[in-house]
């Protein structure tokens, strides 16, 4: 079935379940059989808004916005880090500019968005048996652990510290099932992974057909992937990564234009991308209209010391330091690629990651110059990161490989959870003579008040605590 066709009965079935169900519990509470759905049309139409809200096909926002980032959250999360000169931006353009990740903090309402999407797969799941075997229940079924296994890998990106953290050891609260007398308390942070690679193994599993539902298996496993790259599995992240890459190799010269250029659709070897419908909303050029009233900073348009030779420096960014690049969320190859060229660097393999870095720059800068290890950049310690994601202090190959993936992926919703993997640096920006700090814990997003508050016993991250409820 084409999301489309589905898209208008998603709302309306959606808006009814809400008379039974609440938004913001966590917990699934099933409606006693009022509003169950019966035909597989009926259970497609219950993520189909989700899909929708992915594909940038809904109208307004959707509790599915933050899955993958729609354009708006790729921009935010960008002034959030430290690509942009804050202090600079230009008012009275750039007024609606955030400054600093606690006025996202301050109105977040993605933990309980999360479990709503978690809540609605499990009614899927738990109650969708008939023609559950068909190829289109497969794609139905594999569709939900999809959503299921995105919506926790989000929650513990954003509600957990970061896999290394010496002081880590909660994850989230698992809900698998209805079970309305049930109040979980948080999982520990290994059976949070475990449930993410359980969805996404189970997901690829029902081999899903249907270009609808989004999630193929080169999805799937890029996004298993991004799990264990997030995790520290290294030689698991490296395997995924590869295997994907073997069917979407890297794209140079005008095709990689062409791909970058694209301000909807999919183009090149885009795996899945948000807000990719003409009609979404949150285009490009209208968000755009004031982030250039942001000058990008100094330091960072450094980092293109080839310039002109290299082919992201004219797309990115103009002569003035205003952004140029056309931002979206997703998943493509060269993530993928930077992805492989780290583990090999985690796994004391410094060779095979220094010539992965050489041929990924091969891609991106005509006549590139091949680095050797003693012609590597010395370590710049002006930068933030200033420790890898196990700890360790920068040597010039990594901070090279870090640096790669700075620029590549640069407004597409990464930067910020690369600070938040490599050692949550601290940092500090201006607005108005008042001084607003990120820090460490801020990188760590607070759980609901509202949960804690009916369930005393889920453990409140660390730096929120003091918070009247």
């Known amino acids: 079935m084409r999301l489309n066709s589905i898209k208008y009965i998603s709302l309306a079935l959606f808006s009814a379940l809400m008379l039974f169900t609440s938004c913001h519990d966590f917990l699934d509470i099933e409606p006693y059989g009022k509003t169950i759905p019966k035909t597989t049309e009926e259970f497609q139409a219950l993520i189909s808004y989700y899909l929708a809200g992915i594909d940038g096909q809904s109208a307004g926002s959707s ?13 935010n999360f960008e002034l959030y880090a430290d690509n942009y000169e804050k202090t600079l931006i230009e008012n009275p353009l750039g007024s609606g500019l955030p400054r600093f990740v606690g006025s996202f903090l301050d109105k977040n309402n993605t933990y309980n968005d999360y479990y709503t999407i978690i809540s609605r797969c499990n009614m899927v799941l738990d109650n969708y048996t008939d023609r559950r075997d068909t190829r289109e229940g497969q794609d139905l079924v594999g569709t939900c652990y999809a959503l299921r296994g995105l919506a926790y890998y989000q929650l513990l990106r ?8 010496d002081d880590n050891d909660l994850g989230v609260p698992i809900v698998t099932t209805f ?21 996404y193994e189970a997901a690829i599993k029902c081999n899903i057909q249907n270009k609808a539902m989004l999630f193929n298996d080169d999805v799937l496993k890029g ?11 290294w030689q698991k992240a490296q395997s ?19 791909m970058m250029m694209a301000q909807d659709g999919m183009a090149g070897n885009m795996l899945i991308r948000s807000d990719r419908m003409p009609e979404s909303n949150r285009s490009f050029d209208f968000l755009n209209r004031t982030l250039v009233a942001a000058p990008l900073t100094a330091e960072f348009v450094n980092l293109f010391k ?33 992805i492989d060229m780290e583990c090999s660097y985690h796994l004391k393999n410094e060779t095979e990651a220094l010539e992965k870095l050489n041929e990924f720059r091969a891609n991106r800068i005509a006549d590139a110059v091949p680095y050797t290890l003693s012609t590597l950049p010395a370590v710049n310690t002006k930068q933030l990161i200033k420790t890898d ?36 640096p601290e940092f500090w920006s201006l607005y108005n003579s008042m001084k607003y700090t990120t820090y460490k814990y801020l990188y760590t997003f607070p759980i ?17 605590t003091e918070l009247i409820y």
């Open 63 to 75: 509790d599915a916005d933050y899955l993958f980032f729609n354009n708006d959250g790729v921009e």
């Open 158 to 165: 954003q509600y957990c510290k970061p896999a290394l953290a």
């Open 179 to 199: 079970d309305m007398e049930a109040k979980p308390i948080r999982s520990s942070y290994e059976a949070t992974v475990a449930q993410i690679e359980s969805d």
């Open 223 to 233: 996004l298993l992937a991004r799990l264990y790259f997030w995790t520290g599995q």
């Open 240 to 258: 995924m990564a590869q295997d994907v890459l073997s069917r979407h190799p890297l794209l140079s010269g005008d095709d990689y234009k062409k």
């Open 306 to 338: 080839e310039k002109d030779r290299d082919v992201r420096y004219a797309l990115f960014f103009t002569r003035k330091r205003k952004n140029n690049k056309i931002f979206f969320s997703g998943l493509r190859s060269a993530e993928l690629a930077l």
């Open 389 to 424: 994601a196990t700890g360790q202090p920068l040597t010039p190959l990594i901070q090279a490989i870090l640096n790669e993936r700075r620029k590549e992926l640069y407004l597409e919703g990464d930067r910020f959870f690369e600070l938040k993997r490599n050692g949550r």
């Open 448 to 464: 609901d008040p509202k949960d804690i508050q009916v369930n005393p016993d889920i453990i409140q991250n660390p730096g929120y």
